[in-house]
């Protein structure tokens, strides 16, 4: 059974992982908090492995829902897991959450249990830093999504809101090795927005990968969603890979290899390309999760605060 913790004695929050203690969020929790007036708030991992037993799961969650001092969590990895496993737990489930069928955050409102799909609203959050507004409209551009899974999921619904009416990229390529995936996310782009030009492709080498970048125009946008760069080494490109000019690339990792990161760096002065890590995505990711788990309105002077805190401790 899940490893559940001790009864909470002060304001806690759950990360509900695989390889919790591993991330870089528990040394910056702690210095997040005082910023945010919590200095007395826990960060406690729950590692649990991929995929695990239904019970697991809903244990974490009945936990979680009957402890005061528990007061939320943030999910990685089991999103989708925990969903199906618990949902029924739940006295309220938001929209995204009901749409993608996942699970990335727990809160309290009112006695009441909430689930969250936040991806989002945080990818939302990290593309505004970098992506002018208006600039779709603007430029015709297109955007290549390299990796279907979840923040794939996210940053496309996102881009492709149709609410956003005409500001939306021109056509969104999005290419994966596995057909699957592919399938799970045309279905819920299909709800997001079934006007939106997006083809998909299922990619068996980096040839294949690579002659799809090149099809892209300038002012375009390139997103590394594989994983590929952080904990398996590679890139979804080859080294002869050739970015479209002036245009923006984005790295989801923020640690390990960033072979993807580099490939772009190389071409960064001669086709003007504006290059991204993940960090933003990261403290994006948690401060949201932080902010509704906590109860707190992160105001542009606590974000301030929080991202200067964050790149001292990157």
Partial sequence: MANIPQVATVPTMYFIGVTTTKS???KI?????????????????IDLPIHAAKEEYRAVVEFIKNDPLSLG?????HKIDIYVAAKDLFDELDEYAQMFGELSCISKRNDKLVGHAKDPISSGLALQRFIPSGYWQEHNGEVMLLGSGGSAIAISSYLLNKNKGQEIPQRMIITDLDKKRLEEIEHILQ???????VKYH?????????ELLSSLPPN????????????RKGSPLSDKAEFPRNSFVWELNYRGEL???RQAEKQKQVKNLHVEDGWIYFIHGWTQVIAEVFDIQLT?????????????LK
């Fill in 29 to 45: 929790f702690p210095e997040w908090m005082k910023v945010l007036g919590f200095p007395e708030a826990k960060l406690i991992g």
């Fill in 24 to 26: 870089s969020i528990m």
């Fill in 220 to 231: 375009s946008l390139v997103i590394n969603a594989t994983g590929l760069g952080k904990d």
């Fill in 191 to 197: 709800d997001v927005n079934h006007e939106a030009k």
């Fill in 300 to 312: 542009d002077k606590i974000m301030e605060e929080i991202e200067l805190t964050s790149d001292d």
């Fill in 202 to 210: 299922l990619v068996t080498s980096h040839e294949q990968t690579d």
């Fill in 259 to 261: 072979d993807f990161l």
């Fill in 73 to 77: 969590a943030l999910v990685t990895t």
